[in-house]
């Protein structure tokens, strides 16, 4: 097994005045391939993104030498933009998704922040497995790639543990928990779709850190992944 780790660009944001890192990742796993999230749209980015190209997580599969064809499985943490910038450039995969998050995403909600429907229109009659709250999910029925429940940052929010024969059990944080220091911390401080979830989901993440997991978090300018494409940890 090996576990890529993709920069597909980055966000100047305007709340912290931070330039932060964008991340995908691909999962080559004896029997599929398993893409987590999609990353920003390079043709629908906003005038925050901060990305040419050949940062997308298309271009990156390309030089990989995988067309969208070859993947299995697009597991999509939450449809936030920078997540799920390419979806529907993947119409032959299995979607896993919490139904709440699908839910949440589909239905104008006034406050909804973050999301833009065009990244998903299209992905409406895609095959989709669609996971309860608090389920936890094995996507090959053997440890290695599990899907945990981490909603608070988004309604549906899901993390990923993918168990490596060397790196160990590595937790995909994805944004419930983006930084070390909110990891450390506690909570984020930051607006969300329910504040207690979330402080209860970064705290879930914390004490899979403290059992030994290593976590790769979302969006950390500080704390990059050490092993970063081309670069791979297995
Ligand atoms: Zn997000």
Redesign the pocket.
Known sequence: MKLYCFHVGSIDEPMSGMVIPIYAYLIEHPKGLVLVDTGESYELRDENAVMEEKDTILYKLQELGYTPEDIGYVVIS?L?M??SGYLSSFPNATFIVRRAELMYAWWPEPCKL?YDFRTYEKTHDFRYIQLDDDEEYDIFMDGTVVLIDTRG??RG?QSVIVDLPKTGRTVLA??AVPTREIMERGFSGRPSADGWAETRSIRKVRDLAAAGCKVLF?HDPDNTPDKEYPRYYE
Do not use: E, V
């Open positions: 939450h936030h920078d997540h973050g940052h988004s929010h994805m944004d979302a």
